[in-house]
């Protein structure tokens, strides 16, 4: 039987398990969401923005373990998806996205909405590929679904000019993958295993260092496991958090950038450092000739191209994280490194991580009133100082996700994913974190939010600033804050140091639009108002709430590494 390229598309998106399809319409996809009409079992999801449609695509993933889809149509609508390509890809999150393209005939005439979204996006996904020929369509479908979810995780972009669309072909969808030149590995080298492990035995102070690939294998379970077998402690990066509870008694915590000083000093003082599925990108490891100079490394990764690409590597393990930690309990033993233990244990009980300096309501106290309040729940951050604050503040466990944008640091992200999340989690609270400047970056889905009935609760931690770059050009640009004040206007002192006295009201005012788009809004000016806000909006059921935090607009994030310097130069304070 013969059916048209449309309706091979809905016949694969069936296949191939989708029951939720992130979808903006447009000319060249037209047909496609024709077909997709009478489609069933799939739930078609119309954010209002193409970058926030890929962003709660990669929520909706990160948050399940499924892969997310995404359909666009050409032009400006695949181009709108750049940036969260970019982000899935460098988080290693598994999205197949399709785009309507011009027909064959007329791709190279710069036709309307014509763009080669192929050569635009192929440096930033896994891989991407225009659909030349009708007979091709389903088996390059079940490729993209294959490559996404395997090996190390990512993006696919899938390119359908119009009139292949249309055109007739075999109904008939692969049952089989065979892909020369891409044969993920599956396995794990035990003789590397072995050595690792007695490099581990001969150890005084070893460290366990767990990346988001920990998270991605969903291997948890398995990692806490092996740090309790062996009784080394455990460090992770932003990605990593929740590769072990985070009120487990060997979670030291977070490193790098703005980690505590614990965690960095385990780094810096290891004679043993077995990291599994981190990148060691910049942000965790300062200088590159200081950073665990006395340790001898160990790096699992799934990607043999991250191993010893920033950092020399004694020993490497190219495994998934998960495969790997399994067959590392088939033989690790317990460790004698008490004293190791308790010292770093000490340094972090000494040196806790508060914002007891300021006044009012703090991110800290509103993220340790989530920890409360919340057993079942999915974090999103946006990115800035409330990405920061949360992956200081926020307790992760078998029960809880934090979702955020490491690799690309993309503002806007947060609200969308929270939407992704929700979707996917209909059974688990949804939180977004974020500032007041990214959360304006995709601020329009507050009405997806509400025509979907989603309760989902935005938290604006709202300080009239961009709130990281303020605090950069605060430490080292002599206080020239130029182009952070969200309340500058053109006649404003740009040398102003108290907005309230010489700069004009905020804009927008968050409550009153989020009331607009008949979502629930909520400011908190008090500390007392913070559980009672949280309250209001778990009662909340039929809709997004918006809660405003206002907070010091000094608030700084720290500790903190300055860039360029040793995990050794942390500013503890200021």
């Known amino acids: 039987m013969e059916i048209n390229g449309a309706k091979m598309f809905v016949k694969a998106l069936q296949e191939e398990g989708v029951d939720t399809l992130f979808a903006y319409p447009g000319g060249t996809a037209i047909d496609l969401f024709d077909a997709l009409y009478d489609a069933e079992g799939i739930d078609m999801i119309l954010p209002r923005h193409e970058q926030a449609l890929v962003h709660a695509a990669d929520g909706y993933a990160r948050s399940t373990g499924r892969v997310g889809v995404c359909l666009v149509t050409s032009g400006p609508g695949a181009t709108n998806l750049v940036t969260g390509i970019a982000t899935a890809n460098y988080d290693s999150v598994p999205l197949v996205c399709f785009t309507g393209q011009v027909p064959m005939n007329l791709i190279g005439n710069d036709a309307f909405q014509e763009v080669d979204i192929v050569g635009i996006t192929r440096s930033i996904c896994k891989y991407a590929v225009t659909v030349r020929k009708r007979e091709d369509l389903a088996r390059i479908i079940k490729n993209a679904f294959y490559i996404a979810r395997t090996g190390k995780p990512g993006p696919v972009v899938v390119d359908i000019p119009k009139d292949i669309q249309l055109a007739m072909g075999s109904d008939e969808y692969p049952s089989e993958v065979n892909i020369r030149g891409y044969k993920p590995s599956e396995g794990v080298h035990v003789g590397q295993i072995k050595r690792a492990l007695a490099e581990l035995k001969n150890a005084k102070k070893p460290v366990f260092l767990c990346g988001g690939g920990v998270n991605i294998a969903h291997a948890r379970k398995e990692m806490q496991q092996l740090a309790e077998k062996t009784g080394i402690p455990v460090v992770t990066t932003i990605m990593g958090k929740g590769a072990i509870p985070t009120d487990h008694p060997l979670y030291v915590g977070n490193i790098g950038m703005h980690g505590n000083l614990a965690s960095n000093k385990a780094i810096m003082e290891s004679d043993v450092l077995f990291s599994i599925g981190c990148r060691f990108n910049d942000r965790i490891t300062g200088t590159i000739d200081t950073f665990a100079k006395n340790a001898k490394i160990i790096h699992v990764d799934i990607d043999a191209a991250s191993i010893s690409r920033n950092i020399k590597v004694d020993i490497p393990i190219v495994a998934d994280a998960k495969v790997a930690i399994s067959k590392m309990l088939e033989y690790a033993e317990p460790l004698d490194i008490k004293d190791w233990v308790d010292d770093i244990m000490n340094v972090k009980a000494e040196y806790p991580i508060n914002m007891n300096r300021y006044d009012g309501v703090t991110p800290e106290a509103i993220i340790r009133t989530i920890n409360d309040m919340y057993s079942n729940l999915i974090v999103t951050t946006d990115v800035g100082q409330n990405q920061l604050w949360t992956t200081q503040y926020i307790d992760i466990d078998e029960n809880k996700q934090l979702l955020t944008s490491g690799g690309l640091g993309t503002m806007g992200y947060g609200f969308p994913a929270a939407i992704g999340a929700k979707l996917g989690n209909m059974d688990k609270d949804v939180i977004c974190i974020s500032g007041d400047g990214g959360v304006q970056m995709n601020i329009q889905e507050m009405a997806t939010a509400v025509a979907l009935e989603l309760p989902v609760t935005l938290c604006i931690l ?113």
């Open 462 to 574: 709202n300080n009239g600033y961009l709130g990281n770059v303020r605090q950069w050009q605060e430490l080292f640009f002599n206080k020239r804050y130029s182009s952070t004040c969200l309340r500058y206007r053109r006649r404003c002192n740009r040398d102003c140091q108290n907005p309230d006295k010489c700069c004009p009201k905020y804009s927008p005012d968050f409550v009153k639009l989020a009331e607009s788009y008949d979502a629930k809004g909520i400011r908190v000016t008090k500390p007392e108002e913070i559980r009672p806000a949280f309250e209001a909006a778990k009662a909340n059921t039929n809709g997004p709430t918006v809660i405003e935090f206002f907070i010091d607009p000094t608030a700084n994030v720290f500790p903190m590494v300055p860039g360029g310097k040793s995990l050794n130069d942390m500013i503890l304070d200021c």
